[in-house]
């Protein structure tokens, strides 16, 4: 079985302006292609999960949003070769009609689970926002391999949660790479 990364998108990899669908406006943060290319080299299957209300809010077509992911890619693999994106699972729930698909609902991970043969055990979950980990522990990963980024965040998480804390997504892949 192969283990991944599972990265949420706005916010870990590229700037978070509040509603990411226009591909000519994407950014990439800093050294997200070298943690990416990385974490490939460690082996690991990279999952983009992201939930893209814009389309069940109406604001942004599917169409819109592939565009942005294809771009995400052009753009992570012009900075490194090896920033190879193997999947990226889009939920276009409207918040309040969620489905099983939506974070921090376990669907997504599940699914890409069965198209990728992913054993969650050995995978990770890396987002910057609680939801995204407590996807990862609705999916069975274990919870010292579900961590956030952003430390605007940290006001935010209670502290009974406990996760993992990185700056940026280099500052995580290290860490992966130092205990696997």
Not at 61 to 77: G, M, S
Not at 133 to 148: D, H
Not at 149 to 164: R, S, T, W
Request: aromatic share 4%.
């Amino acid at each position: 079985m192969n283990k991944a990364i599972f990265l949420d998108r706005d916010g870990t990899i590229n700037y978070d302006y509040g509603y990411v669908f226009d591909a000519s406006r994407l950014e990439i943060l800093k050294n997200c292609s070298e943690a990416i290319a990385q974490l490939r080299g460690l082996d690991f299957k990279i999952v983009i999960i992201t939930n893209q209300s814009c389309i069940g809010r109406g604001m942004a077509t599917e169409d819109q949003v592939n565009d942005t992911n294809n771009r995400l890619k052009k753009l992570l693999l012009q900075k490194n070769e090896n920033a190879i994106v193997d999947a990226i699972e889009i939920c276009p729930d409207h918040p309040d009609r969620p489905t099983p698909r939506r974070k921090p609902n376990a669907g997504m991970l599940l699914e890409s689970k069965v198209k990728l043969n992913i054993d969650l055990e050995r995978s990770w979950i890396i987002g910057d926002k609680l939801s995204d980990a407590n996807t990862g522990i609705a999916a069975g990963i274990p919870k010292q391999q579900c961590i956030l980024v952003q430390p605007n965040q940290i006001e935010k998480i209670n502290k009974k949660n406990d996760f993992l804390m990185f700056n940026n997504l280099l500052q995580v892949s290290n860490h992966i790479k130092n205990n696997c």
